[in-house]
């Protein structure tokens, strides 16, 4: 396996291909799983507004293509959504499939849910045709994310949409307690803020999700919603959730510090030692603020 950059979010940036060992994995598939359920609200909000378009234009969604669909939580949204559409999760990962098969199994969606392990490098026409294309965070994945969009753009049905989400800010977590420093959570966000602008240009390949709207253009797709959604909820007091807030705080901590005060700083590395891991309830009072960036396209006429 060859080594691997992680990208501003702390997923590998990697291709697939080349990095089957990191996404392929069993832990990494839960802690997906983990993070998709935090931002179960945006999927939801981003899917509405698909149901919408093809609402809007008389089309009965059939068939659903969830591309780069990892642990299945988003498949598992479009399946409740689109109630009279089959649909199909792709991922290059076993390990991602495994866990949306699952998911869907304990759903009770197994009957229009089909999983299917391809790499998004490759072509795609074996999947069939589809009225929407869906690819949430993963586009970024891909070699050359325009030439994947135009191989997904070959998969829609007249008048198909491709539905493209990626995050749009890192994820930001506060808590009630302000660690005796009032105002903390507000100057660490801020500082989140300007340790990513700082870094945005250098992120590997397309990161950046401002860059999306022209490979679309590029890529044969008019785009009809350009929008970024938001939302902050409050973090379950379980373990799964426990560790997935632990990796985000130490991110924070390592990504931080040039930026933030040092006052700052040490009190926020003093309150992650001070937890013990994996205790339940550990993290009470957290809230996990989420944004995605929402691209939905249609093909330009040929
Ligand atoms: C960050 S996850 C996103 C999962 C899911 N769509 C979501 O929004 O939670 C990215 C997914 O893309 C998959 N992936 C990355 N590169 C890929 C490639 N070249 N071919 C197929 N799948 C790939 C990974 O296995 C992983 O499941």
């Given at each position: 396996m060859l080594g691997h950059r992680p990208d501003r979010h702390g997923e590998p940036s990697s291709r697939l291909h080349s990095h089957g060992d990191t996404f392929d994995s069993t832990r990494f598939a839960a802690l997906l799983e983990v993070e998709g359920e935090l931002s179960l609200g945006l999927v939801e909000e981003a899917i509405t507004v698909c149901a919408g378009l093809f609402d809007d234009a008389g089309v009965q969604v059939r068939r659903v293509i969830d591309l780069g669909c990892g642990p299945g939580v988003g498949t598992a949204l479009l399946t409740q959504a689109f109630r009279s559409a089959s649909v199909l999760a792709v991922d290059g990962s076993r390990a991602m499939l495994e866990r949306a098969e699952a998911r869907a199994t304990r759903l009770g969606h197994a009957g229009r849910v089909e999983s299917r392990q391809l790499d998004l490098n490759e072509d795609l026409a074996s999947l069939g045709r589809c009225d929407l294309a869906w690819t949430a965070m993963a586009i970024h994945h891909a070699d050359d994310e325009v030439a994947t969009l135009q191989r997904i753009r070959s998969l829609l049905d007249s008048r198909g949409l491709v539905c493209v989400l990626e995050r749009a800010d890192p994820t930001f977590i506060r808590f009630a307690d302000d660690l005796g420093h009032p105002g903390i959570w507000n100057r660490l966000e801020a500082?989140?803020?300007?340790?990513?602008?700082?870094?945005?240009?250098?992120?590997?390949?397309?990161?950046?999700?401002?860059?999306?709207?022209?490979?679309?253009?590029a890529a044969g797709l008019h785009l009809v919603v350009d929008r970024t959604l938001v939302g902050t909820l409050e973090a379950p007091p379980d373990a799964a959730t426990n560790q997935f807030i632990a990796g985000q705080l130490e991110r924070t901590v390592r990504d931080l510090a040039s930026v933030a005060t040092e006052t700052d700083l040490h009190a926020l590395r003093t309150f992650v030692q001070r937890m013990p891991p994996s205790t339940e309830g550990r993290w009470h009072g957290a809230s996990i603020t989420s944004s995605r960036k929402l691209l939905i396209a249609r093909p330009t006429a040929d």
């Amino acid at each position: 396996m060859l080594g691997h950059r992680p990208d501003r979010h702390g997923e590998p940036s990697s291709r697939l291909h080349s990095h089957g060992d990191t996404f392929d994995s069993t832990r990494f598939a839960a802690l997906l799983e983990v993070e998709g359920e935090l931002s179960l609200g945006l999927v939801e909000e981003a899917i509405t507004v698909c149901a919408g378009l093809f609402d809007d234009a008389g089309v009965q969604v059939r068939r659903v293509i969830d591309l780069g669909c990892g642990p299945g939580v988003g498949t598992a949204l479009l399946t409740q959504a689109f109630r009279s559409a089959s649909v199909l999760a792709v991922d290059g990962s076993r390990a991602m499939l495994e866990r949306a098969e699952a998911r869907a199994t304990r759903l009770g969606h197994a009957g229009r849910v089909e999983s299917r392990q391809l790499d998004l490098n490759e072509d795609l026409a074996s999947l069939g045709r589809c009225d929407l294309a869906w690819t949430a965070m993963a586009i970024h994945h891909a070699d050359d994310e325009v030439a994947t969009l135009q191989r997904i753009r070959s998969l829609l049905d007249s008048r198909g949409l491709v539905c493209v989400l990626e995050r749009a800010d890192p994820t930001f977590i506060r808590f009630a307690d302000d660690l005796g420093h009032p105002g903390i959570w507000n100057r660490l966000e801020a500082a989140r803020g300007e340790w990513f602008e700082s870094v945005r240009d250098r992120m590997p390949g397309a990161m950046n999700a401002e860059a999306y709207p022209s490979m679309l253009a590029a890529a044969g797709l008019h785009l009809v919603v350009d929008r970024t959604l938001v939302g902050t909820l409050e973090a379950p007091p379980d373990a799964a959730t426990n560790q997935f807030i632990a990796g985000q705080l130490e991110r924070t901590v390592r990504d931080l510090a040039s930026v933030a005060t040092e006052t700052d700083l040490h009190a926020l590395r003093t309150f992650v030692q001070r937890m013990p891991p994996s205790t339940e309830g550990r993290w009470h009072g957290a809230s996990i603020t989420s944004s995605r960036k929402l691209l939905i396209a249609r093909p330009t006429a040929d």
